[in-house]
């Protein structure tokens, strides 16, 4: 489940391609929005096979990525909309990809995780060792969260740059005492290292690491009554899922989406707090701290500028249109 990318190459690409391609253009009908593997992503699978897009008067097309792909994609101005994290999103506009987020989808309750070696058992427990964690991308950004807690900083441990699907062979190699990694890099860890186990995890920060759909600004201006009825057939989705009557069929759906059993799939679903319109109203409310979008993007942004994933800082309020979400019922 390749959610973030390796951001240097990237944000290299998007750059090129941006300035090729000059301001991202909208594409034409249908509206195209790339997805990819995210549980809070893969929900969509349930409305593509419900027919609820249609239903709701919609021409929409739903295309398949690996993540950083759809990145490119979008960079390119062939997509309209895409999924992706806030503080990607940044990535992508700082590399010249203008995008302006209209919907949370979820956001990371523990499927990001700090697994530590058997005998670690909490992040002070951390002090003077080693941390695999792939510098730059969302788990560097817990692991900085986890330590501020406890009193301490990125000086307080020494950081071994390690790509995330390759961390629970580092972890068990005894290479370092603890890794960051999102599912299901850090269930793979604890598994090749039984007695592993995490001590920290995005449950213990919520609103850290939001999962939005960001849009084309030029998309918006021609489609706006368009993405409001897609916003309403979110809110059908995840009330599918959260209703104990229809959810084991809404699990299997984005179970066969990519391949896994239902009840592995409802492991990871678990991790994952997605995020109705009526709780979404109250998080684009602009205020500092995570529990809102704004909040939280601003520490996405200063995370970035200080780990040189770009060089300018961002201005958040760009990056986000709450007027469609309020538009709701």
Do not use: C
């Amino acid at each position: 489940m390749l959610r973030r990318p390796a951001l240097g190459l990237v944000l290299a690409w998007i750059v090129v391609n941006a300035i090729a391609a000059g301001t991202a253009r909208a594409a034409p009908a249908p509206l195209r929005i790339g997805y990819s593997d995210w549980p809070g992503w893969v929900a969509w699978q349930i409305a593509i096979d419900k027919g609820w897009l249609s239903e709701a008067g919609l021409d929409v097309k739903f295309d398949w990525f690996d993540y950083s792909a759809s990145m490119e994609a979008f960079a390119a101005g062939k997509l309209d909309a895409e999924l992706l994290t806030n503080g990607d999103a940044l990535v992508m506009g700082a590399g010249g990809a203008r995008n302006v987020m209209i919907l949370i989808t979820d956001y990371s309750n523990g499927n990001d995780m700090i697994v530590g070696r058997p005998g670690i058992k909490t992040l002070a427990d951390l002090k003077g060792k080693r941390i695999g964690v792939e510098i730059g991308l969302v788990d560097h950004l817990l692991l900085l969260d986890g330590l501020k807690k406890q009193g301490m900083t990125q000086n307080d441990v020494t950081l071994v740059n390690s790509k995330t699907n390759e961390t629970p062979q580092v972890l068990a190699s005894g290479q370092v005492d603890a890794i960051g990694a999102w599912q299901p890099n850090a269930g793979l860890a604890m598994k090749a290292l039984p007695g592993a186990r995490p001590v920290y995890t995005s449950a213990q920060s919520p609103g850290l690491i939001y999962d939005v759909m960001t849009v084309n600004p030029a998309s918006i201006s021609a489609h706006r009554a368009d993405y409001i009825k897609l916003l309403r057939v979110w809110d059908r989705v995840v009330s599918y899922i959260n209703d104990p009557k229809t959810q084991a069929d809404a699990v299997q759906i984005m179970a066969a989406r990519v391949g896994l059993a239902p009840e592995k799939y409802q492991q990871l679903l678990a991790g994952t707090h997605l995020i109705s319109i009526a709780e979404a109203k109250k998080i684009m409310v602009k205020a500092d701290g995570l529990g809102s979008l704004y909040g939280s993007t601003q520490n996405a942004d200063d995370f970035n500028v200080r780990n040189a994933v770009y060089k300018q800082p961002q201005k958040i309020d760009g990056y986000i249109e709450p007027s469609l979400t309020a538009a709701q019922p």
